[in-house]
């Protein structure tokens, strides 16, 4: 159900194009949002279409009955509009498959899409379908596209509202390098606000509308930006190709820039190493709580060592053991759990999951050992990425450092670039871009004098390394 505001946005997008002959694709075409918005732009944009054939695939009886009624009156009220309409109640991917594994691409000149967002089990009906014409997707959405381009005319072009997720992280990295092969990126909008576009349907990470042409030579890309689907603040700037998709970058992320100037990551020799060269690893923490059931205890007792969730983590403490907590604060130390521990020592840990009504996306915090003298080693639960060395503890300065850099401003804004959803991956802290290790322990000595610096003061300093 895409609002009419979000439709026409999207619609406009559409440019002038070789075609005076129109086949619309609109896969879940719902109520026919997308397609009658894409009707409008056509009589009233210079380039008017001498006949439009639209295929509109909607599984939904009940909306299939309002899709009818709407491209009827829609021809009512525009008898002089050349228009065709076939609604399609088949299954979008198993109906793409067949005609591709046909040979019978190039079927549409235009494609407009707010597809489904369910993810996929890799076991599916449709995951095997996906795989007999090339195709790993994991959520339907990231599905419909890819099939939506494989039919896609050559010149033709794409509209699609997504997820911001496919930007960045291994499950997306078919679908990204996919999107490149098969088309060139003109335009990509970001909802600012992910807590205020589409607010009725509590969406938690930011979706994009992105604007695809088939087999394009790639030039500029135009980056609009709005605070919400209201467009009132609508603003946009054009980026060369190589701000957006890294040349090196073998996993073919997705950044979206949103000022003309360069960020302090992106222009600073100063941070320039990554963590390989630093020889510090980051991991996501290894204890899945409810896998080890008969190994955790609510509190720490004899033949236990802590078992640090995101929730120890206050005001850059660890207040260990939280009493009258719904989380266990300890894990047994044995055989079996040894191998899913951490020894004792300094470590940088950031949350995976950030709310989204908070300020920075990553929020990064030190395990100082100090916390459980007598313990022997942590265990670090499946909701922390942990900072170490071979799965040791890291010098406590570089601890430290690594911390107050990670929480900066300059370090949330390129994180934001590539990242639009609530979730930090180890994948993601990867790509950053970091000081040296003799950086990295200046800063965390810095860091550990007020023992609690405010923003400000870490802006401040980082900026003073540059």
């Not at 509109?56 to 009886?61: Q, S």
């Not at 381009?149 to 997820?163: K, N, S, T, Y």
């Not at 073998?250 to 020799?269: A, D, K, M, Q, V």
């Amino acid at each position: 159900m895409t609002p009419a505001i979000v439709a026409r946005f999207m619609a406009s997008l559409f440019t002038q194009s070789r075609f005076n002959h129109c086949s619309l694709l609109d896969a879940g075409a719902g109520i026919g949002s997308l397609s009658t918005a894409f009707l409008e732009r056509t009589t009233t944009a210079n380039h008017k279409l001498n006949r439009i054939e639209i295929k509109a695939y909607e599984v939904d009886k009940n909306l299939r009955e309002q899709l009818e009624n709407v491209f009827a009156c829609y021809e009512i009220l525009h008898p002089n509009q050349n228009i065709a309409v076939r609604i399609l109640e088949d299954d979008f991917i198993e109906s793409a498959v067949n005609l591709i594994l046909s040979n019978k691409k190039g079927l549409f000149t235009h494609t407009i899409l707010n597809p489904p967002y369910k993810k996929i089990s890799s076991d599916s009906y449709h995951r095997q379908m996906l795989r007999q014409v090339g195709v790993e997707a994991v959520n339907l959405y990231s599905a419909f596209v890819a099939l939506a381009l494989e039919l896609l005319e050559e010149d033709g072009q794409l509209v699609a509202i997504i997820p911001r997720s496919f930007c960045n992280g291994t499950y997306y990295q078919h679908f990204r390098r996919l999107i490149l092969q098969k088309s060139s990126i003109r335009q990509i909008h970001l909802f600012d606000a992910r807590n205020k576009a589409f607010r009725d349907d509590n969406v938690l990470q930011e979706n994009v509308i992105i604007h695809l042409e088939k087999s394009k030579i790639q030039g500029d890309v135009i980056v609009s930006t709005s605070t919400d689907d209201s467009f009132s603040d609508l603003a946009s700037h054009s980026y060369s190709f190589d701000r957006i998709v890294r040349e090196d970058d073998n996993e073919r992320f997705i950044y979206i820039p949103t000022s003309t100037e360069f960020c302090l990551l992106e222009s600073s020799s100063t941070f320039n190493k990554s963590l390989s060269d630093l020889f510090i690893e980051v991991s996501t923490g290894p204890v899945v709580d409810f896998r080890v059931k008969e190994h955790i205890r609510q509190m720490p007792e004899p033949g236990t060592v802590p078992l640090l969730y995101p929730g120890h983590f206050v005001d850059n403490s660890i207040e260990f053991p939280k009493i009258n907590w719904k989380k266990p604060n300890a894990i047994s130390f044995n055989r079996s759990t040894e191998k899913w521990l951490y020894p004792k020592g300094f470590y940088a840990v950031v949350r995976r999951f950030s709310a989204k009504e908070q300020k920075r996306r990553i929020h990064a915090s030190v395990v100082n050992p100090d916390f459980s003298p007598e313990s022997i080693a942590f265990g670090f639960e499946n909701h922390l990425n942990v900072f170490h060395f071979g799965k040791k503890g890291i010098p406590e300065d570089a601890a430290y450092g690594l911390a107050a850099y990670l929480n900066s401003t300059p370090v949330d804004q390129y994180f934001r670039r590539f990242n639009g959803h609530t979730q930090v991956n180890a994948a993601d802290l990867r790509k950053l871009k970091y000081p040296d290790l003799t950086v990295l322990k200046n800063l965390g000595v810095w860091a550990k004098e007020p023992g609690n610096p405010s923003q400000e003061m870490i802006d401040e300093k980082l900026i003073a390394l540059i």
